[in-house]
């Protein structure tokens, strides 16, 4: 149990250590953090702060991938081959889309037709679904409520 105390405190003084040490160094020195998402100026040249990236497929494929299952429980659920056709056609799509998007990324090439692509699908299935929602003015889809 002692032990642990030591190794706890040795990790604290080393942490204030390097936040001091950090601190100690101002944005106008070039060796701070600005704190406020703008450039740093390090030797008189000007360098983007960094920051993570989101990129287009980290959405695309989970978000085709519940579209086509949505469409497949759909049509279990309720035997409308429209719901089928239409989860397999967006889901799919979607899918292909993003997959092929992650490949030319790695490629290290632009990969906008994708994004524009994966944009315009989710675009008409949301068209699709508001008209679906203002013909029934249900939330979810009468399938979904016949298995209750």
């Given amino acids: 149990m002692e032990g642990r105390g030591t190794d706890a405190s040795s990790y604290e003084s080393k942490a204030r250590l390097s936040h001091t040490a950090d601190a100690s160094k101002s944005p106008e020195d070039g060796g701070g953090k600005s704190g406020r998402g703008e450039p740093i100026q390090e030797n008189g040249v000007v360098q983007q702060k960094r920051a993570a990236k989101i990129h287009d497929f980290c959405f695309g494929i989970p978000y085709g991938g519940l579209v086509l299952s949505g469409g497949l429980l759909g049509f279990v659920l309720s035997r409308n081959p429209a719901t089928l056709s239409s989860g ?49 003015k249900k939330a979810f889809p009468p399938g979904f409520l016949r298995c209750y």
């Fill in 88 to 136: 397999v056609l967006f889901g799919g799509a979607l899918l292909a889309l993003s997959t092929f998007s992650l490949k030319i990324w790695r490629q290290g090439k632009s990969s906008v037709p994708f994004i524009l692509g994966q944009a315009a699908l989710a675009a008409a299935l949301l068209w699709k679904n508001y008209q679906t929602y203002s013909l029934t």
